[in-house]
């Protein structure tokens, strides 16, 4: 050893073969620690799956085993579900990420999964080549075992494509930070029935021979997987079949029971029977309706105490007599419903008689069969029920809603005015008369000046000598004087009146026996009568009092309408007639205005000119004679000319915004704001101001006149912050409801809010000329421009922070 250290030290040997061989013997040592490792955790796995557990338990005991020995991120477990391969267990891996990645299956956009020309799923990403066996072991990344590995996903996908991978990827565990992946298969006999997957962020965690040997893990994994697998089905299957075993033998037990149950029931058929006939008769007898039972010779089998007391038959013993015998005046009709009810039919009917005091009587009956133990027809029940009560409600009610049906119509054509008058009051009388049942039905209208009636409407069932038009005294109908009372002539029999009058003649002639007569008031005017006649003597009710009340009440406001529809009428063409005539004068005075607007325009424009002209001569020809003074005061002169100017053009525009005709359309605001802002400023104004224009809803307005509208508050606000070292101007709008809301803001001036109402006149300035220059028309023409448009402007602000004006218009959408 020495000589050799020596002979090194001779020749001079390089110092980095030690450093070499220091390596080499670092990787054995590793090597021999991780198969003296790798030995150990085979030996435990092995003894782990041999025990008796859960294939589940197993393997999450597996797993964690294998995590504790290499330290790797995260490692899962996949096994074959019908036609899938679900995560089974998982350790280390977030939620989000199993969720993601556990169904393999590729799926078309209807979400069923894409099978082969075979009928296989197609199973996608590397975990899918593993399961189906697409590997290639020419590639360093596929073993001959047929698992994947890789040290450093993020180059292997740089460097190879999707055909060198086998599959399209996708790549999911490589954007969660995995460089280190490896999928080893799990096999038994020969079958793929799952796999083992080992992830962990740190590049270079695997060596080849590490993978060899997890695939023989795998191995083992796979096998006793299967016998777990087939152990638990085996179990399943001997449960299953003791559960069979089971309900067979409960099944002959309870079929056993059944037969027993049934010999005995037989046995008491027969007492059950017995005693079944003698409820039913009881339960008969002490029914609360009428209730007859009968065999198929219609003889009594059992009956009802309201039965005997209904067609009195008292205590008669008819059990096993013809009903036929007992009631021998039964109609055909009910004999037919007795035959039906026996062929097995069930027969229901309303049926009405008249009893021996005359009155009407209604009847509610049914036949129903009953059937004898071997299923056929022993005969008929029969049950009756003495509805008359019932029925006249039910008329009573028909009448009630005929009654108001008729006030609703009536009220509805007064209200509507589709009809005349007379038509409404015929149209109501033949419905009075056909719900009263009455033979006629008349309204006389009288006329105070000739003390005649005058018979306004009339329905007569059959003739009469009484028709529309005709004139009659006021004395026909009796005593006014009684009907201004509101109180009503009421005629039972005509004929118990020994002394009748003359109409009364008249009416006995005619047949009519009774009759009633209703005033029919205009407020408390007396304006006619209403009379409803009958052609025999009758006791009037209180309801029929009432619809006589009720009718000539809409008849009174038919009238009264039509009254008020022709005063309307008169007042319409009058009011119309002084609509032309001030329509005339507004136009005489737009006339004049013009004529104003002309002459203000031409013939003070002409001395306006001459004082501008004389003051400029006198400057540029007598200067050198005239002292400071001299010169300021035709400065002043002419600055004042070209302010009357100004003045004079402002009051045009502003007449002018008033006689303006206008044309509605829907007017782009944002494009029209933005084209006036340019209009208004230089390059150099805009870079200086800050101006925000929002979102600026249409509108339905006068192009022309609102531009005007923004070219006035536009300038206002350029012109009152244009002292600010950064002027600020924001415009914007809002709908609300039916209309849109626009607001101009800036940081200028502003003004004090007690001065808020001048701001909108003529010539009103809140601030001086020397200040800002202006005329103080401009703000009127705006508020001239939005009430033309039905709108609103108004405004807000604060001396030294800004000021705000804002304005409404219709809502117009763009098209």
Not at 108 to 122: L, T
Not at 327 to 355: I, N, Q
């Amino acid at each position: 050893m020495r000589d050799d250290s020596l002979k090194h030290q001779q020749t001079g040997a390089d110092p980095y073969d030690s450093i070499e061989i220091s390596k080499e013997l670092e990787e054995l040592r590793a090597n021999l620690r991780w198969a003296q490792g790798s030995q150990a955790l085979a030996v435990r796995i092995l003894t782990l799956l041999n025990q008796q557990m859960t294939a589940r338990d197993a393997i999450r005991q597996v797993l964690a085993l294998v995590k504790e020995f290499t330290g790797f991120e995260a490692v899962a477990i996949r096994l074959r579900q019908e036609d899938d391969f679900p995560y089974f267990v998982t350790q280390g891996f977030p939620e989000e990420f199993v969720e993601a990645e556990n169904s393999l299956c590729d799926r078309d956009e209807a979400g069923e999964i894409i099978r082969d020309p075979a009928g296989n799923p197609i199973l996608e990403c590397m975990c899918g080549n593993i399961l189906c066996g697409r590997t290639d072991p020419s590639f360093s990344f596929f073993t001959e075992g047929g698992s994947f590995w890789s040290c450093q996903t993020t180059e292997l996908l740089a460097t190879t494509s999707d055909a060198d991978r086998q599959t399209r990827t996708r790549n999911r565990c490589n954007a969660s930070g995995y460089e280190s992946v490896a999928l080893i298969p799990l096999r038994s006999h020969g079958e793929t029935v799952g796999l083992l997957q080992l992830n962990d962020f740190r590049k270079d965690c695997f060596t080849l021979d590490m993978v060899t040997f997890f695939e023989g893990i795998g191995a083992s994994i796979g096998v006793v997987l299967a016998r777990i697998k087939a152990e638990e089905a085996l179990l399943r299957s001997k449960e299953e079949l003791e559960l069979r075993v089971l309900e067979r033998t409960e099944e002959v037990r309870n079929a056993n029971e059944r037969l027993h149950l049934e010999l005995e029931e037989r046995k008491r058929v027969e007492q059950a029977l017995r005693e079944s006939e003698e409820k039913l008769r009881l339960f008969i007898e002490h029914a609360p309706t009428a209730l007859a039972m009968f065999d198929r010779e219609m003889r009594y089998c059992a009956v009802s105490h309201r039965w005997r007391k209904d067609y009195h038959l008292g205590d008669r013993d008819i059990i096993g007599r013809s009903h036929y015998k007992i009631f021998s005046e039964l109609p055909e009709r009910w004999k037919a419903a007795h035959r039906r009810g026996l062929s097995g039919e069930v027969v229901r009917a309303d049926d009405d008689f008249v009893t021996i005091d005359g009155s009407t009587q209604w009847l509610r009956w049914e036949v129903h069969p009953w059937f004898a133990t071997k299923g056929t027809i022993g005969g008929i029940i029969i049950f009756t029920e003495n509805v008359t009560e019932r029925k006249r409600a039910e008329e009573a009610l028909r009448k009630k809603m005929e009654r108001l049906r008729i006030l609703h119509e009536a009220d509805k054509s007064i209200l509507e005015a589709i009809e005349s008058p007379e038509s409404i009051a015929q149209t109501v009388l033949g419905r009075i008369r056909r719900l009263l049942k009455s033979s006629r039905a008349s309204i006389g209208i009288f006329d105070s000046d000739t003390k005649t009636a005058r018979i306004f409407a009339a329905d007569v069932h059959g003739e009469s000598i009484i028709q529309v038009g005709k004139i009659l005294s006021e004395e026909a109908y009796g005593d006014l004087k009684f009907f201004e009372q509101q109180k009503m002539d009421v005629v039972e029999d005509l004929y118990e009146n020994p002394s009748p009058s003359p109409i009364a003649r008249v009416l006995i002639a005619e047949g009519i026996r009774s009759y009633i007569n209703v005033p029919l008031l205009a407020g408390k005017e007396l304006i006619g009568v209403l009379n409803i006649s009958w052609e025999n003597s009758r006791t009037f009710s209180s309801e029929e009092m009432e619809i006589a009340g009720e009718a000539t009440t809409q008849i009174a406001i038919a009238m009264e309408q039509a009254r008020m529809r022709k005063e309307l009428e008169r007042y319409t063409a009058e009011l119309e007639d002084k609509v032309r005539k001030r329509t005339a004068q507004l136009e005489a005075a737009n006339k004049e205005l013009e004529a104003f607007s002309y002459s203000v325009s031409h013939d003070l424009r002409a001395p306006l000119r001459a004082i501008n002209g004389y003051t400029r001569i006198l400057l540029e020809d007598h200067e050198p004679s005239l002292n400071p003074e001299g010169k300021r005061v035709c400065s002043i002169i002419n600055e004042s000319a070209q302010m009357m100017a100004k003045l004079i053009d402002d009051l045009l525009a502003l007449s002018r915004v008033g006689r303006m005709d206008m044309q509605l359309s829907s007017v782009d605001m944002q494009a029209l704001v933005n084209s006036i802002y340019l209009e208004l400023t230089t390059p150099e104004d805009r870079m200086r101001i800050d101006i925000r224009i929002g979102l600026l809803p249409g509108s339905s307005s006068d192009p022309r006149l609102i531009r005007q509208v923004w070219i006035n508050l536009l300038s206002n606000a350029i012109k009152f912050s244009s002292r600010k070292d950064r002027p600020i101007i924001e415009v914007k709008g809002e709908q609300d409801g039916d209309k849109i809301v626009y607001s101009i803001h800036d940081n200028g001036a502003g003004f004090d809010m007690k001065y808020v109402n001048k701001l909108f006149g003529v010539f009103q300035r809140l601030h001086s000329k020397r200040e800002f220059d202006g005329t103080g028309v401009g703000l009127a023409i705006v508020h001239r421009i939005v009430h033309r448009h039905h709108g609103e402007v108004w405004a807000k602000g604060e001396t030294g922070i800004g000021a705000s004006f804002h304005f409404t218009l219709p809502k117009g959408d763009l098209k």
